[in-house]
């Protein structure tokens, strides 16, 4: 029967291929499914190094600040899943400034304190930046604000003057200034919106006064006419005597200088004071809450925000589904994108500096870094990332964006470019 | 001993049968999926307008025109069409050669001359801080207009440019609106900046 035997090494032979084609195949995709389910922890064994996270995360302001946190976090879970950097695993730390200048401060020296941190990104407030620069500055430890938008920060309390220096080598940010948004929200109220009677309020913070002047100055060059001003407490949220106040000037706009949680209260109470007219504020009310606070009447109002929207940019896609997957509870709001940006070039930093030093950190690796990151350059969420000789973003956009349906709509966006 | 060796043999192509339609399946199953394409970007998010600079007045051109360049430059993705070319200001008219519409060829810098007829000097911006050019933009994703914010240069030479050909009108406008004391609320700008950085 040679026949039969031949059969038989024939059958054994196709069961060998096939258990190992099997095999071969469970391998390959068990290989595969290992590349997916790899968490941001992956890569334990080296070097870790922290992100500091500063923002507000309890309080009045902490729907910016947790999307802060989360969009810094989500950043180090890709570089660890990615292993950006080899041999390095990042860690978020995060610590909340409660948007208070103090908590700031003592923040920071907590960042300073730990050696393994070697970058932070924060704050939101740049009346807390102002508190926390020098202290990073003097242990050349790099922060990176996806938020502040006053221009002194980066250019000197002389840049209004023309006189632009820059106060601290190791602050950046990747959000652009008032000195572009105030003007830019101007020019839209006056020529596209045809408001010409301004009543400008503002918080008397760093932010909200800085941003209301650099409007105020373009209002007033355009030819429209400011028929009254007044500051507020942002401690209450009482705005009636304002409101009448604004009733009375005959304005035809607000704009207001500060944060949504006293410009919803405001813009409800100067409607309800008989001023139908439309509440203009800046990135600091470009926020769902606000919405909320404003309630019905705040239909109309117009907010200024950093950059072009999120949803918008084919860049941000990834981030955006990215996100969602990572199942955080709060939404990643106006810093988002720039928030992971602004984490991504702290990393891209600790990058550089690893590749330059035989892939190890230097032992002076806080200096380097900062050094690396005026040279940082890539694709992030929000276009591309790189800073000026100021540290301040090169990619400049702005957005108007106009409460409708509940929502906030994209009006026009512009670049600057000069 | 036949039988044995049917059964066996039937067995054998079963079990191999199963195994290859297990593996295959779960192959199938858990086969990479293409990542959809990237959509689009908007057109604004590729195209780069810079100032240039002053240029000669154009011939035929009014007296007191701003005649100035800018350079477009198309970065990545499909063809953008300029579609219009505009200013935000009223007492304004603007011209430009080429005239719109026109495609960009992607990553050429195309210079495109821009000129500035005033036709009244009260609709015009006295000494505006960054005047933006307003362009309309066409890709395959969508029709968008966009403003373009030329910077501190720009922004100068225009100033200059309108105090050269409205420069009377201007000013007398300027005393007219003093007198009448519609500026007369207190100057915010100047009581803001002093406290900037005064949290």
């Known amino acids: ?418 | 001993m036949e039988f044995c060796a049917r059964h066996r043999r039937a067995v054998l192509a079963s079990a191999a049968a199963a195994v290859l339609c297990a593996g295959g399946g779960y192959l199938f199953a858990t086969r990479p999926h293409a990542e959809p394409p990237n959509p689009v970007p908007y057109p604004s998010q590729v195209l780069d307008v810079r100032y240039l600079g002053e240029e000669g007045p154009r011939t035929g051109t009014p007296e007191g025109s701003f005649t100035f360049a800018v350079r477009v430059t198309a970065g990545s993705g499909p063809t953008v069409t300029v579609l219009r070319i505009s200013q935000p200001y009223s007492g304004l008219s603007l011209t430009s050669v080429p005239k719109p519409p026109f495609r960009t060829k992607k990553g050429f810098g195309h210079k495109i001359v821009v000129t500035m007829n005033v036709t009244e000097c009260a609709n015009t911006p006295r000494n505006a801080g960054l005047p933006f050019l307003d362009v309309t933009l066409r890709n395959t994703r969508a029709i968008e207009d966009h403003s373009y914010i030329l910077g501190e240069r720009y922004a100068h030479d225009f100033a200059e440019a309108l105090q050269v050909a409205c420069g009377n009108e201007l000013s007398s406008l300027a005393k007219q609106e003093n007198a009448a004391g519609i500026t007369a609320a207190r100057s915010a700008g100047s009581h803001y900046v002093d406290r900037t950085n005064r949290p």
């Open chain 1, 1 to 418: 029967m040679p026949g039969k035997g031949l059969l038989i090494v024939r059958q054994r032979s196709l069961i060998a291929i096939t258990a190992a084609l099997a095999a071969g195949a469970l391998t390959l995709t068990a290989c595969g499914s290992r590349d997916d389910d790899g968490g941001s922890d992956s890569g334990s064994e080296g070097t870790t190094v922290v992100i500091g996270v500063d923002a507000p995360l309890t309080g009045d302001l902490s729907a910016l600040g947790l999307g802060i946190k989360n969009s810094v976090d989500l950043a180090a879970k890709t570089a660890n899943k990615e292993k950006t950097v080899e041999g390095i695993t990042f860690k978020v730390e995060a610590l909340d400034d409660q948007a208070q200048p103090s908590s700031g401060q003592q923040n920071a020296t907590k960042f300073v304190a730990d050696k393994d941190v070697l970058g932070v990104v924060g704050p939101l407030n740049s009346s807390v930046a102002e508190s926390m620069q020098k202290v990073f500055d003097d242990a050349k430890l790099t922060e990176v604000s996806p938020a502040n938008t006053n221009p002194a920060l980066t250019q000197g309390t002389k840049w209004n003057g023309g006189e632009k220096a820059r106060p601290y080598k190791s602050y950046f940010r990747t959000a652009t200034t008032d000195a572009i948004q105030g003007p830019f929200a101007a020019q839209y109220v006056f020529n596209d919106a045809k408001k010409k009677k301004v009543y400008v309020i503002d918080d008397k913070k760093t932010y909200g006064a800085g941003l209301a002047a650099t409007f105020t100055d373009e209002f007033k060059k355009l030819g429209g006419k400011v028929v009254g001003t007044q500051h507020i407490d942002p401690d209450t949220k009482d705005f009636s005597a304002v409101a009448t106040q604004v009733k009375s000037s005959g304005a035809d706009v607000v704009y207001y200088g500060g944060e949504y949680p006293q410009a919803g209260p405001l813009s409800k109470q100067i409607k309800a004071a008989g001023a139908k007219i439309p509440l203009v504020g800046g990135d600091g009310i470009y926020s769902a809450d606000f919405i909320k606070l404003s309630g019905a009447s705040g239909t109309g109002d117009l907010a200024t925000s950093v950059g072009a929207p999120v949803e918008d940019l084919p860049s941000a896609k990834e981030f955006v589904a990215n996100y969602k997957s990572a199942g955080y509870k709060e939404a990643y709001e106006a810093y988002g994108g720039y928030s992971y940006d602004s984490g991504w070039a702290i990393i891209e930093a600790v990058k550089k500096v690893v590749e330059d030093n035989d892939g190890k950190l230097p032992d002076d690796a806080r200096a380097k870094v900062t050094e690396a990151m005026q040279n940082v350059s890539f694709d992030g969420v929000t276009g591309k990332v790189s800073f000026d000789e100021f540290g301040d973003a090169t990619n400049k956009q702005l957005t108007v964006y106009s409460v409708e349906g509940g929502d906030w709509k994209a009006v026009k966006s512009g670049t600057y470019t000069g």
